[in-house]
């Protein structure tokens, strides 16, 4: 019997370096499967790597350089993500901080972008800190799950409302504020047909709908004489215009610790989301939300927020769009690291990203202003105590053009709800202690 267990035993084929370090049959994976995962969140979230140079750009940042940081930041993300908390997440610069930042911060408060990027920073380090000191897990606990609703949707509606207006559909008017644009201009017509083709191709199951968008308004704008061809490949640019160009002088003022907060909510609210939507459809969530290496994946998440931010592109969030991969297959954290060895070799194509204008991704911000706004059916309308406070944390962002008068107003107005209708016991002390502080901001600065 002892020489045919023996016999069993060396029949057993040898578990690769792969399978070992990402437990690949604990989870009823394959090392192609993973493979096959990465390449399709790769093309899902590729758009990152356009889209991101454009909005800093906007705010006077040097996009060759954006682009490069944008993609190694993308990459040491998604493979610290994997390697360390084996989990099939990838991460990469944030929408709606990128948005905030360049729009909010920059050009509408007049700040440096070095300032505002400064701001960024201090947000992620907070966020870095609520993390590793476990206060995160207990925030987003506690915070109205209306609120949460609320505020997400909010920075839905300002990203897509920055997307109508780069591509000319929306245009300021003294007489209205806002109308209709030129509806025979080429940004007008190129960025309503690239939203448009994004919408068909997602829901025809397509992955690389945002990114054959890109492509085709691209083209077009080339043929009409709209875009100029710069190549394809090229060495990375210099990535030092926009690396650790931190003001902390300008950034350390009271009268911007409410955005800096702000920063760091939208950081806590985004990414915790993602992290527990992501992990439940790939089962590997309980009812509570809970999953494996949860605190390592808070934390490296956490932390890669604060490396975006120093290396000029924004703070980092974990990507919804993880779950493509995970409907094909990917399971653990090969699927992530194989995602970060993508975005490294994309480094190499930088002519391509100089030459997607600013039409070409209005579609995209439009589209994921349109994921954003989906969880607004969660809402209980019928109780005016949940729905009146996430209605206004949604309407006041792109109304006021700023995340944070939409967080503030929604955690007052929130509290103000509770106590006005006898229900105050119903207020966590992580939404009285986030009230007081938005009031007394109100009051005092």
């Known amino acids: 019997m002892a020489d045919v267990a023996s016999s069993v035993s060396m029949t057993k084929p040898k578990r690769s370096l792969l399978q070992r370090l990402f437990k690949l049959e604990e989870h009823g994976?394959?090392?192609?499967?993973?493979?096959?995962a990465s390449f399709t969140t790769f093309i899902t979230m590729v758009y990152v790597i356009f889209v991101n140079p454009q909005i800093l750009g906007a705010a006077g940042m040097d996009m060759k350089a954006v682009f490069v940081t944008t993609a190694l930041i993308t990459a040491v993300g998604c493979i610290l993500m994997g390697l360390i908390a084996n989990l099939p997440i990838a991460v990469a610069p944030g929408m709606g901080i990128n948005a905030?930042?360049?729009?909010?911060?920059?050009?509408?408060?007049?700040?440096?972008?070095?300032?505002g990027m400064t701001i960024v920073f201090l947000g992620a380090v907070g966020f870095f800190l609520l993390s590793i000191f476990r206060v995160r897990y207990w925030m987003v606990s506690n915070i109205p799950l209306s609120l949460r609703i609320g505020i997400g949707s909010g920075c839905g509606l300002l990203i897509a409302l920055i997307g109508l207006h780069n591509a000319g559909i929306i245009v300021a008017n003294p007489d209205t504020m806002v109308t209709i644009g030129n509806v025979k201009s080429i940004p007008f017509a190129l960025g309503s047909l690239g939203f448009l083709?994004?919408?068909?191709?997602?829901?025809?199951?397509?992955?690389?709908?945002?990114?054959?968008?890109?492509?085709?308004?691209?083209?077009?704008g080339w043929?009409?004489?709209?875009?100029?061809?710069?190549?394809?490949?090229?060495?990375?640019?210099?990535?030092?215009p926009v690396?650790?160009?931190?003001?902390?002088?300008?950034?350390?003022n009271m009268t911007l610790a409410g955005i800096i907060i702000s920063v760091m909510l939208i950081n806590l609210f985004e990414s915790s989301g993602t992290l527990i939507a992501v992990t439940d459809k790939a089962g590997l969530a309980d009812e509570k939300g809970c999953y494996p290496n949860q605190q390592k994946s808070l934390c490296i998440d956490s932390l890669s927020s604060v490396g975006g931010a120093f290396m000029g592109t924004s703070a980092v969030t974990a990507y919804i769009e993880s779950t493509s991969g995970v409907v094909v297959g990917g399971r653990t954290g090969l699927m992530a690291v194989g995602v970060g060895v993508l975005f490294l070799l994309a480094i190499f194509f930088s002519p391509l990203a100089e030459m997607v204008p600013a039409y070409a991704t209005a579609g995209a911000l439009?589209?994921?202003?349109?994921?954003?706004?989906?969880?607004?059916?969660?809402?209980?309308?019928?109780?005016?105590t949940e729905s009146v406070p996430a209605f206004v944390a949604t309407v006041m962002m792109?109304?006021?053009?700023?995340?944070?008068?939409?967080?503030?107003?929604?955690?007052?107005?929130?509290?103000?709800m509770k106590l006005g209708t006898g229900?105050?016991?119903?207020?966590s002390a992580c939404t009285a202690v986030m009230t007081v502080l938005f009031l007394g901001r109100y009051i005092f600065l």
């Open 29 to 36: 994976t394959t090392v192609r499967t993973e493979l096959i």
């Open 100 to 115: 905030y930042f360049a729009y909010v911060l920059v050009a509408g408060m007049g700040l440096a972008w070095q300032t």
């Open 197 to 220: 083709l994004i919408a068909i191709l997602a829901y025809r199951g397509l992955h690389a709908a945002v990114l054959i968008s890109f492509a085709v308004v691209t083209l077009i």
């Open 223 to 240: 043929l009409l004489g709209d875009v100029q061809y710069k190549g394809v490949m090229s060495i990375p640019p210099d990535i030092s």
């Open 243 to 252: 690396v650790g160009q931190l003001d902390l002088s300008g950034a350390l």
């Open 366 to 384: 439009i589209y994921i202003g349109v994921l954003m706004m989906a969880d607004l059916t969660r809402i209980d309308w019928n109780d005016l």
């Open 398 to 416: 792109p109304f006021s053009f700023t995340i944070t008068e939409g967080i503030a107003a929604g955690f007052v107005v929130y509290s103000f």
């Open 423 to 427: 229900r105050w016991r119903e207020i």
